[in-house]
């Protein structure tokens, strides 16, 4: 399947480009667009799970840098007193940010991280459950020494959780002091794939917490909110790619490179002490336990937040030093951009930021970093020119799910691009043995083919009743995701087949219920890593059937989008 995808598409798009030659620097955006989906389409296709070679690529990458930030020194390279004093000026930055109104920390209290905490949305070391019930309820808490401690004396403050703790206790279900967590491999790409260190639950509610006041001082100091962050990110490396103005700066294994010499030398000391108290300082790698080196890792909640404090010191830094004044992040013209490792700053001083997060231990990708040139990367968007050329992963074709998936991303980029792709979405269309749905262009990709209406087929149109003729409302058959839930029934836990049994738990449950984990007596399941998603047919409607959200950084206009969609559907002939 892997190679027919690619034989296909080369036959639909080397009349435009040829992959076996590099990519002229001046070429057309759309001719730049057919270059790199060539590239892109089958690069993280893996049907059956990540590949021993995947998986050993990125074991071992792990253990590399995790050797490499042990042994570093940040002293060691700093050379010059321009150095000295880019370190110095980082510092205090970074006093700044931890110290609000230079005298009251961003984590003033243990209680504070307890109060701030939640379950997060992952399965805990442990625990093979990822709701927050199951966790905190049914399992035993795991939890590194002194983080055990710390919970102790927590629960102890608040009636509801002591009440929960005592309950579990009288089951034989103390909390475990462990102080390792497991290293496990997900899909990334077909040739290396990502480490994850899933925390214990008691660890991972004082991360969450430590996770929330560091976002919030984030907020209210550089402007940085996580949650829109990645769309200015995004509109800064358009104008990039424009006019040159900024740089997009991408970094290997930057969570992983937080090593904590690194930290104990530039972070205030009170700062540095919090992060390790709740971190989990070993990980069992493949059997054998090892010493991390780096602050924290992918599973790790304060992880990502900590990264782009780091990186945003950094710049900013720089700025300083150049006499250049940093704005926030939230400016109406900003002058950097920080999203955990996607970093942009002002392309004049790009070289002087890569240097110096250089000395600072992290490994800065030069393929992926751009600072002359048309072309810009960040936060899942590749810009040339100032068009989104970002190319479609199709990483398997084994459910209608994901034939609807492939189809609807080609769909758009066809669209996007005006580049018909007539022989891969027939293929693809084909794979759908006749029982193709159509549905509204606000839905999920896996539920159906999302077409405008001019152009839905007949065959694929759901007869209408009178009055929602009359109404303007359209009809349609989507595949809707299952939603699997634990029912809950007096003192009765019911879960769906295949799921651990659960035993009910009064105080537990108030907890679950006041915290928004359970509502109409139901405790939603997570899918879990390697799970096989189900799908229902459902019958719908809409009263916004052609309704289409569009992105001011990569089509602004809906007319015009429609009308393009309508065209790469019609190229198709099929019916």
Sequence with gaps: MKTVLQ??????????????FPLDPGAHPHIAAAYVLQTTIVKKFEPDGISDIAQKAAISKFLEVNRRTGNW????????????????????ELYRFWYVDGCTPVVGTAEEIFL???????????????????KYFDQRLVGTPQAVEWW???????????????????????????????????????????TICPEGAINMWAQQGIRHLLEARMLSLWGIDLSKQADINRLLAKEGSCHGAFATIDSSSASDCVSRN???ECIPQHMFKVLDFFRTPIAKVQNTFVTLHMMSTMGNAFNFPLQSIIFCAAIRA????????PTRCDARAPNLGVFGDDLICVAKWAPRVLRF???LGFMPNRLKTFIDGPFRESCGADYYNGVNIRGVYIKRLTTPQDFYSAINGLLRWSSLHEIPLVNTLRFLYTGLRGNAKAVPLDEGDDAGIKLPWSVVPNQLKVQQTAYQSHQGV????????????ILVSDTVMMAPKGEIVRSFQMYGWILTVLSGNARNQRISLRTKAGETTYYKVARKTTPRWDWYLVRDDVDPNQGSALRRLATAWRALALF
């Design 152 to 194: 102790e004396k927590m629960v102890d403050r608040d009636p509801r959780w002591c009440s929960a703790y005592i309950a579990q206790a009288d089951r034989g279900r103390s909390p475990k002091k462990q102080n390792w967590i497991n290293l496990i491999v997900v899909p990334k790409d077909s040739d290396i794939g990502r």
């Design 474 to 485: 359209q009809s349609y058959i989507a595949h809707v995701p299952v939603v699997r839930h």
């Design 262 to 264: 690194m930290l104990k």
């Design 116 to 134: 701030n905490g939640t379950s997060g949305p992952g399965a805990a070391q442990g625990c093979g459950a990822g709701d927050f019930y199951t």
């Design 357 to 359: 997060l250089e000395a």
């Design 318 to 325: 720089v700025y300083r030093q150049a006499g250049l004044k």
């Design 7 to 20: 034989q296909l598409i080369q036959k639909d798009l080397s009349h435009l480009a040829n992959v076996s």
């Design 73 to 92: 020194d940040v002293l060691s390279h700093i050379h010059t007193s321009a150095d000295e004093e880019l370190l110095g000026l980082l510092k205090d």
